[in-house]
């Protein structure tokens, strides 16, 4: 995202209270505003159609079908995405943008493949065990998929540097939404949980047509190579189980409460629990201005400083290199210490308000007394995050996994022994994982700030890698240049 840097500091260079606001509020709309549009577009359904009169059962099934949703779309996606990101990385840099639209179809493909292999058995169950409606199944399983599309081509938005079309094509998604599901419920008398689903689908849909077009009209040529981007598949696994790690870590203490007592079965199909899902997400909420400031504190900082870094590897002199690397690694520094000062007032703020404020709407009991602990573990949760991207910067693939790993393992093993705690504590799991994994990111770090030299400098290859007969190992025939050197000189 380094075409963001170049508008924030244009922003922040004015160094005034409005320039301040106007940064803030870009990074907001590049980052997290998609979200909020989709949350606000729900809400306002829901008050205008009426939604808290549905019947109890209906309004939980709709409920659970955008929570599968918008969580099983981020796990199927996130497997692909990263290493096809790693490959449009190179091409760009490379110049071969004819190789784009290979590595899109490819792409598409698989996340659509493995995303019907796991949601259309889940949609015959649901029909067949559950009794639902054929075609409430069929929109839900509908909006799944042009969910996935819409994820997936969001990253190829982020390479064409028009990072505002993103949320632009989700205001245009969801205010389709919610005209529609106005006209399906009050003009052709559709019911309200079937006017908003549907209403959903078709909103997700024209987002993921107009990203697909965006990207077709701004990659026009096609050189077929699909072979190029499967080897990347198998040189760069360890993104394969980094991303699926990390999105699967932030879930997985959802998943464990979700066989507790506390858990509600929905037409024998969805699980859910309601007060521990509803404390996540206003934790998650809590906390994501993180990655906002994370990405100002990136393009607006330190991307200068590895740049610079990056440089003077090529061919500047060894006191220029040594220079350069204690700038870049002192700035990484300062951007991690001034994301947990700046964010901790925010979440103290935020907790603090949410506290006062929530039960008013009637957000209390079971659900505030779950909220404190996550709120805490989604600090460390996104700081860990921030540390990670940073390992992505120096290519360290093992530093990766091994820190998601930990996060999702530890996450998952203390969830589970959280079950038998007070409520309060329900949220220790998230805690103990996230400051495992970052830990374990920051020992990596430094590691890596030990050793940058040899990483840099040492792990190249004289010889291509390739599969045959090993190469021998003479160099020159002493006697063959000798009797070559006489015949010259006779």
Same mark, same amino acid.
């Given at each position: 995202m380094a075409g963001i840097g170049v508008k924030l500091n244009s922003i922040f260079e004015k160094n005034s209270i409005a320039a301040n606001l106007v940064g803030f509020a870009y990074s907001t709309v590049v980052t997290?505003?998609?979200?909020?549009? +989709?949350?606000?577009?729900?809400?306002?359904?829901?008050?205008?159609?009426?939604?808290?009169?549905?019947?109890?059962?209906?309004?939980?099934?709709?409920s659970c079908t955008i929570l599968y949703m918008f969580i099983f779309s981020l796990m199927t996606v996130s497997p692909f995405n990263a290493v096809l990101s790693k490959y449009m990385s190179d091409v760009i840099y490379e110049e071969?943008?004819?190789?784009?639209?290979?590595?899109?179809?490819?792409?598409? +493909?698989?996340?659509?493949?493995?995303?019907?292999?796991?949601?259309?058995?889940?949609?015959?169950?649901?029909?067949?065990?559950?009794? +639902?409606?054929?075609?409430?199944?069929?929109?839900?399983?509908?909006?799944?998929?042009?969910?996935?599309?819409?994820?997936?081509? !969001?990253?190829?938005?982020?390479?064409? *540097?028009?990072?505002?079309?993103i949320s632009l094509f989700f205001t245009i998604g969801m205010v389709e939404s919610f005209i529609l599901s106005l006209i399906l419920r009050f003009l052709f008398r559709w019911s309200i949980t079937e006017s908003m689903l549907f209403a959903m689908m078709t909103g997700v849909f024209l987002m993921a047509v107009l990203e697909f077009s965006f990207v077709k009209r701004y990659f026009k040529r096609n050189s077929n190579k699909y072979g190029?981007?499967?080897?990347?598949? *198998? *040189?760069?696994?360890?993104?394969?189980?980094?991303?699926?790690?990390?999105? &699967?870590?932030?879930?997985?203490?959802?998943?464990?409460?979700?066989?507790?007592?506390?858990? !509600?079965?929905?037409?024998?199909?969805?699980?859910?629990?309601?007060?521990?899902? !509803?404390?996540?997400?206003?934790?998650?909420?809590?906390?994501?201005?993180?990655?906002?400031?994370?990405?100002?504190?990136?393009?607006?900082?330190?991307?200068?400083?590895?740049?610079?870094?990056?440089?003077?590897?090529?061919?500047?002199?060894?006191?220029?290199?040594?220079?350069?690397?204690?700038?870049?690694?002192?700035? !990484?520094?300062?951007?991690?210490?001034?994301? &947990?000062?700046?964010?901790?007032?925010?979440?103290v703020v935020v907790y603090l308000l949410c506290v006062v404020l929530l039960p008013l709407f009637g957000f209390s009991g079971l659900v505030m007394s779950i909220y404190p602990c996550l709120a805490a573990g989604y600090f460390i949760l996104f700081l860990m995050y921030s540390a990670i991207l940073f390992l992505y910067y120096f290519n360290d693939m093992s530093g990766m996994v091994l820190a998601t790993l930990s996060f999702f393992t530890v996450t998952l093993i203390v969830s589970i022994f959280a079950v038998r705690l007070d409520a309060i504590w329900y949220g220790i799991g998230v805690v103990a994982g996230s400051f495992t994994g970052w830990t374990v990111t920051y020992m990596r770090l430094r590691w890596i700030e030990r050793n940058i030299d040899r990483h840099v400098f040492c792990n190249g290859n004289l010889l291509k890698r390739k599969k045959g007969e090993q190469p021998s190992g003479k160099v020159f025939d002493r006697r063959s240049l000798r009797e070559k050197t006489a015949e010259e000189n006779s």
């Open positions: 997290v505003a998609p979200m909020f549009v +989709v949350i606000l577009n729900i809400l306002l359904m829901g008050k205008v159609l009426g939604f808290n009169k549905v019947g109890y059962l209906n309004r939980e099934l709709f071969r943008y004819q190789d784009i639209l290979p590595c899109y179809y490819l792409g598409l +493909v698989l996340n659509l493949s493995l995303s019907c292999l796991l949601g259309i058995p889940f949609c015959l169950w649901e029909h067949f065990v559950g009794g +639902v409606k054929i075609f409430y199944v069929f929109t839900g399983f509908c909006g799944y998929i042009s969910l996935v599309m819409a994820i997936y081509s !969001m990253i190829y938005l982020s390479i064409c *540097k028009d990072y505002e079309k190029k981007v499967l080897g990347y598949f *198998k *040189k760069y696994w360890q993104l394969i189980v980094t991303n699926f790690l990390y999105i &699967a870590g932030m879930y997985v203490h959802n998943f464990v409460f979700w066989n507790t007592d506390m858990k !509600m079965v929905v037409v024998d199909t969805f699980v859910c629990n309601q007060p521990y899902d !509803m404390a996540s997400c206003l934790a998650m909420f809590t906390n994501i201005s993180a990655t906002i400031i994370f990405i100002a504190q990136i393009e607006m900082h330190f991307h200068e400083k590895y740049k610079a870094f990056s440089e003077s590897v090529i061919g500047a002199k060894k006191a220029d290199i040594e220079n350069d690397k204690r700038q870049m690694f002192r700035q !990484m520094g300062s951007s991690l210490m001034s994301l &947990a000062r700046i964010q901790f007032i925010i979440t």
